[in-house]
């Protein structure tokens, strides 16, 4: 029986979606709910599994290709044929291994190739553990990884390589990369962007998580980190500020009475902005909890378009990278962005006496024409006052 494999419907928000990886060959076995194929959209990236137990017969998009929504991509027969690999197998080990070799190469999927090329790997050193001895994204990478690297010898000279061995590799970006870049460069030139900075002593919540941070998790079943109480410092701030929880349509100025706060998360794939729902009404352990499930989601590319959909302010933390301070840019249509970062011990004066303190910086960024100096100064002083004195937090004030 043929069955048409299909792009999933794609939503509103997407024209179309890019054919990022094949998982698998025209004739390669496959068991039902496979992953055949991965499909790249402006921001999420889409699986496409087996129906059946089966095998592709025919591909009619190729890697790199540009798709619409419901689009047929490939002909699939469901049912297992008995024998068919065997008898491939059997006839690959029976042809000259020249032979064998340059089928080998000709099989490579798109996707290898290019892997091999970036690793500047030997196709033929590589053992194939797909059908037919074919050699697998998973192949190349486990050789890469068990590769034992070269050994220097202490008494031959270092040799300079010739500029003839210089090269260049060029990748075409994805289409989250263009689509991040090309929003980045909208806020840039379509926004009067303006950052200001402030600094925050980290000491009474360092202090709160060092107490209570085995009942916590405990009662809770999860770490208490830091972003939990970022986000509640941010909401509380907003409610004070609702201009910056507002947004610009066309003449028009947008106030949200919900608070919906986007996290930025750094994937494989690239920086990502999931969204955190009606934040005011979670607790510590309720944000807790949420961002750890959309920062796995974001590694294991599980993020779906609703979790990147909305959010009226976004927080992002460089700190876990180290950065000191930065100015972060507006993420679209949002009229503000809250940068922390790394957390450092500085000798700070304390009624007239110099202690050392863990301080950190904070930044925001803010779209000027909706927001002015007074508004995001004061929203800033704020986050700052509602981490500094957690307890104003639980007392509202």
Same mark, same amino acid.
């Given at each position: 029986?043929?069955?048409?494999?299909?792009?999933?419907?794609?939503?509103?928000?997407?024209?179309?979606?890019?054919?990022?990886?094949?998982?698998?060959?025209?004739?390669?076995?496959?068991?039902?709910?496979?992953?055949?194929?991965?499909?790249?959209?402006?921001?999420?990236?889409?699986?496409?599994?087996?129906?059946?137990?089966?095998?592709?017969? %025919?591909?009619?998009?190729?890697?790199?290709?540009?798709?619409?929504?419901?689009?047929?991509?490939?002909?699939?027969?469901?049912?297992?044929?008995?024998?068919?690999?065997?008898?491939?197998?059997?006839?690959?080990?029976?042809?000259?291994?020249?032979?064998?070799?340059?089928?080998?190469?000709?099989?490579?999927?798109?996707?290898?190739?290019?892997?091999?090329?970036?690793?500047?790997?030997?196709?033929?050193?590589?053992?194939?553990?797909?059908?037919?001895?074919?050699?697998?994204?998973?192949?190349?990478?486990?050789?890469?990884?068990?590769?034992? %690297?070269?050994?220097?010898?202490?008494?031959?000279?270092?040799?300079?390589?010739?500029?003839?061995?210089?090269?260049?590799?060029?990748?075409? =970006?994805?289409?989250?990369?263009?689509?991040?870049?090309?929003?980045?460069?909208?806020?840039?030139?379509?926004?009067?962007?303006?950052?200001? #900075?402030?600094?925050?002593?980290?000491?009474?919540? =360092?202090?709160?998580?060092?107490?209570?941070?085995?009942? #916590?998790?405990?009662?809770?079943?999860?770490?208490?980190?830091?972003?939990?109480?970022?986000?509640?410092?941010?909401?509380?701030?907003?409610?004070? #500020?609702?201009?910056?929880?507002?947004?610009?349509?066309?003449?028009?100025?947008?106030?949200?009475?919900?608070?919906?706060?986007?996290?930025?998360?750094?994937?494989?794939?690239?920086?990502?902005?999931?969204?955190?729902?009606?934040?005011?009404?979670?607790?510590?352990?309720?944000?807790?909890?949420?961002?750890?499930?959309?920062?796995?989601?974001?590694?294991?590319?599980?993020?779906?378009?609703?979790?990147?959909?909305?959010?009226?302010?976004?927080?992002?933390?460089?700190?876990?990278?180290?950065?000191?301070?930065?100015?972060?840019?507006?993420?679209?249509?949002?009229?503000?962005?809250?940068?922390?970062?790394?957390?450092?011990?500085?000798?700070?004066?304390?009624?007239?006496?110099?202690?050392?303190?863990? =301080?950190?910086?904070?930044?925001?960024?803010?779209?000027?024409?909706?927001?002015?100096?007074?508004?995001?100064?004061?929203?800033?002083?704020?986050?700052?006052?509602?981490?500094?004195?957690?307890?104003?937090?639980?007392?509202?004030?």
């Amino acid at each position: 029986m043929s069955i048409e494999i299909k792009v999933p419907v794609l939503p509103e928000s997407v024209a179309d979606a890019t054919i990022a990886t094949w998982h698998v060959q025209a004739g390669e076995q496959v068991s039902r709910d496979q992953i055949l194929v991965d499909i790249e959209t402006d921001k999420v990236v889409l699986e496409v599994v087996a129906p059946e137990d089966g095998q592709i017969s %025919a591909f009619l998009a190729e890697e790199g290709d540009t798709v619409l929504g419901e689009a047929v991509i490939a002909s699939f027969v469901a049912g297992a044929v008995a024998g068919q690999e065997v008898t491939k197998a059997q006839a690959e080990a029976a042809a000259p291994a020249s032979e064998t070799a340059d089928e080998s190469n000709d099989a490579l999927s798109p996707s290898v190739r290019r892997l091999i090329a970036e690793h500047n790997v030997d196709a033929n050193a590589v053992k194939g553990t797909g059908v037919g001895g074919r050699i697998t994204k998973e192949d190349v990478e486990a050789f890469v990884k068990n590769k034992p %690297a070269a050994a220097p010898t202490p008494s031959a000279p270092v040799a300079v390589a010739p500029l003839a061995e210089r090269s260049e590799k060029r990748v075409p =970006m994805t289409r989250l990369r263009k689509t991040i870049a090309n929003r980045l460069l909208e806020a840039k030139n379509s926004t009067a962007m303006l950052t200001t #900075f402030n600094e925050v002593n980290m000491k009474p919540i =360092m202090d709160i998580r060092k107490q209570y941070q085995e009942i #916590f998790e405990k009662r809770h079943g999860i770490r208490l980190g830091f972003m939990s109480f970022y986000v509640k410092a941010v909401t509380e701030a907003l409610k004070r #500020f609702p201009e910056v929880n507002a947004s610009i349509d066309g003449d028009d100025i947008v106030y949200h009475n919900y608070f919906d706060v986007s996290i930025a998360v750094s994937t494989p794939r690239g920086l990502v902005t999931p969204v955190l729902r009606d934040t005011d009404k979670m607790s510590l352990a309720d944000i807790e909890r949420n961002v750890r499930e959309l920062a796995i989601k974001g590694r294991d590319g599980k993020l779906t378009v609703d979790d990147m959909t909305g959010g009226n302010f976004t927080v992002t933390n460089g700190g876990v990278f180290g950065s000191l301070m930065s100015t972060p840019i507006l993420n679209l249509p949002q009229s503000a962005i809250l940068g922390m970062h790394a957390i450092k011990d500085r000798p700070m004066a304390v009624n007239g006496q110099v202690e050392i303190l863990p =301080m950190m910086y904070l930044a925001l960024s803010y779209d000027h024409r909706i927001v002015d100096g007074r508004e995001s100064v004061g929203y800033l002083v704020a986050i700052k006052d509602f981490l500094e004195d957690p307890t104003r937090l639980l007392l509202d004030l």
